[in-house]
């Protein structure tokens, strides 16, 4: 096909370098070159890379360069018109991005494709196969719209994961669990399904949105005021990417990434005293325990020195439910605020903590566990969303037990209720995806390394930092019922959501016995479904994610019964043990079914 006559050298003004002519060169060193492309093509990349510079410079300094391996190619296709480009690489000041670095710079990587995806009806990546790994292609062979093939899906998937949490396999296939996760997202951002094309941009402009926020707040520069700077071990300044993943959450199979790091300001003050006569002590013996002494108590047991077997191992306080010098979740304490619903969590908390307030565990991969309902650091559902429902409730009482941590709107930083440590003049941003710094395996769909690194910055080892959490939460929860209203508020909360997520679930695959998603279901089966859910267990053997498996034990004859089956190992014992908290509640839950309309049981 006859080569355009027009030709760029500059994207919006930036020096675009031909990065191919060895092997070595690949996104590390270019070469002047003329670019062949159509003038309006040309047009299109300027605005393209435009968009990208004012995404990007603000978290990383001018775009300097720009790799790229061609546009105009004589064969046939888009790039046989001069209206196809392939982006191997963009290098900022303080960034450099290589399109075959996809795995472990994600975050970036997905917001230039959404960009991209906004602006270009073919937009093919490193997933579309093994000839796009290295770079991502762009061209105007079709218009801009939502679909459903799979290069698209396989974007869609990507994002709705990493951004949004949610629980699906990314494979291409456009089936119901990828639809349904889609179309919560968009109910969140008030798109309609299928979207049109101004819809279809609303999604990728808030892909764009949520990568900024996670990348803006991995790259806070200390000379700014901003209190944190992440080195990793090459010269290049990026966010402790939360991609570098172990293949099962439950499986640890070695430090999956290697940080050095300069300590964050505003991390947990070991010589602060929040009570008068504040003192820890530890004994030795056959296990090591730890107590915490006030002028108001003596002797407040905070647990022990727990290694899990794994491989490697995961070490740290436990603190078990079994202990009597605790306060324990009394369903008749909290119907009268919240009605069926307290007596809903009681299964939930006896198999997390034996409804024990006061339970602590820093021992396994989550870094830090509290509560009778077993809030957990490394999600930001669980103990994060109950540390901003304790710092709006109660601010008082949280800026004396830990004065370190504050919301947004409390420091004027961020977002409302952003979680953020301070000290020194300085405020950290710990409510993003990042990788823990010990080291240790992690999964990157929920990862919140930071805010695990507050609370327990080595999960190999007993430290002073969980030791100093864990009394400082231990006097808080024993001496606050204002508190414990808040944890059983919270917990609450998360059973209603779960449920009202399971009932949409059930209506939309549309299970023969349930034409009415869970609306007039009995308590016992949603209770079932509910601690599947917050758990996330999952049938490891069949394949399956927690929704499917879900579904699966709801389309049987006796779904009761199928829950306790679910999952393998210690997890199956665990479907084994709700099921009998569930039956032995029989007299309270007898007759009690799942109104939608009002959100209750009646």
Not at 19 to 26: A, T, V
Not at 192 to 201: D, F
Not at 588 to 595: E, H, N, Q, R
Request: proline share 4%; aromatic share 12%; net charge negative.
């Amino acid at each position: 096909m006859a080569r355009p006559s027009n030709f760029f050298t500059t994207l919006d003004g930036i020096l675009v370098q031909y990065d191919r002519i060895g092997d070595e060169d690949y996104g590390n060193t270019g070469t002047d070159y003329k670019f062949y492309a159509t003038d309006d093509f040309e047009d299109q990349l300027d605005d393209f890379i435009a968009e990208i510079r004012i995404e990007t410079e603000g978290l990383y300094g001018p775009l300097n360069k720009i790799f790229s391996a061609g546009t105009y190619v004589d064969k046939p296709g888009r790039h046989g018109l001069g209206r196809a480009f392939d982006l191997d690489a963009l290098i900022w000041r303080d960034r450099k991005l290589v399109f075959d670095q996809q795995p472990v710079q994600k975050p970036l990587y997905l917001m230039v494709q959404a960009i991209a995806t906004k602006r270009f009806g073919y937009v093919l990546g490193y997933n579309y196969d093994a000839a796009h790994k290295d770079h991502l292609h762009v061209d105007d062979g079709r218009t801009v719209k939502f679909r459903t093939n799979f290069s698209v899906t396989n974007f869609m998937q990507e994002c709705l994961i990493l951004f949004w949490n949610k629980d699906i396999v990314r494979d291409g296939e456009w089936g119901f669990f990828t639809k349904t996760a889609f179309q919560e997202v968009l109910d969140e951002l008030g798109v309609s399904y299928p979207p049109n094309q101004n819809g279809w941009r609303e999604f990728c402009d808030a892909v764009i949105d949520e990568a900024r926020f996670m990348l803006g707040a991995n790259t806070l520069d200390v000379s700014r005021g901003d209190g944190y700077r992440l080195e990793l071990d090459t010269d290049e300044r990026q966010e402790a990417d939360p991609s570098l993943a172990m293949a099962d959450e439950n499986a640890p199979t070695g430090p999956a990434i290697a940080v050095a790091q300069t300590r964050l300001a505003g991390k947990v003050d070991l010589t602060y005293a929040p009570m008068p006569g504040w003192r820890i002590t530890s004994k030795s013996g056959a296990q090591k325990t730890w107590s915490l002494s006030t002028d108001s108590f003596a002797d407040l047991y905070l647990g022990y020195d727990f290694e899990f077997k794994s491989d490697p191992p995961f070490r740290g306080l436990a603190r078990t439910g079994q202990v009597e010098q605790s306060q324990f979740y009394d369903a008749t304490d909290y119907r009268s605020a919240h009605g069926a619903w307290a007596d809903f969590i009681v299964p939930t908390g006896r198999c997390e903590s034996e409804s024990n307030f006061c339970v602590v565990n820093a021992w396994d991969r989550a870094g830090f566990t509290i509560g009778f309902f077993q809030m957990a650091a490394h999600t930001g559902e669980h103990m994060a969303q109950l540390l901003r429902d304790v710092w709006k409730t109660m601010p008082e009482e949280a800026d004396l037990f830990f004065p370190e941590l504050k919301l947004g709107h409390q420091i004027g930083k961020g977002k409302p209720d952003e979680i953020f440590a301070v000290g020194s003049g300085s405020a950290v941003s710990l409510d993003v995806l990042a990788a823990p710094s010990d080291g240790l395996a992690y999964n990157p769909k929920y990862y919140h390394g930071r805010f695990m690194d507050f609370f327990n910055e080595r999960r190999d080892r007993v430290d002073e930092i969980e030791i100093a959490c864990a009394a400082r939460w231990q006097a808080w929860v024993q001496t606050s019922p204002a508190l414990r209203e808040v944890i059983v508020s919270n917990a609450v909360a998360i059973a209603r959501k779960n449920v009202a997520a399971l009932h949409r679930l059930v209506l939309a695959a549309k299970l023969k016995g349930y034409p009415d998603g869970l609306h007039g279901i009995g308590m016992d089966i949603c209770a079932a479904a509910m601690d599947t859910k917050h758990h996330g267990r999952r049938n490891r053997d069949k394949g399956q994610s927690n929704d499917e498996s879900i579904l699966n034990s709801l389309d049987t004859k006796a779904p009761l019964n199928s829950f306790r089956f679910i999952d393998t190992g210690w997890r199956e014992e665990r479907s084994e043990r709700v099921v009998k908290e569930i039956r032995s509640l029989k007299s309270i839950f007898a007759g009690k079914t799942y109104d939608a309309t009002r959100g209750t049981f009646g």
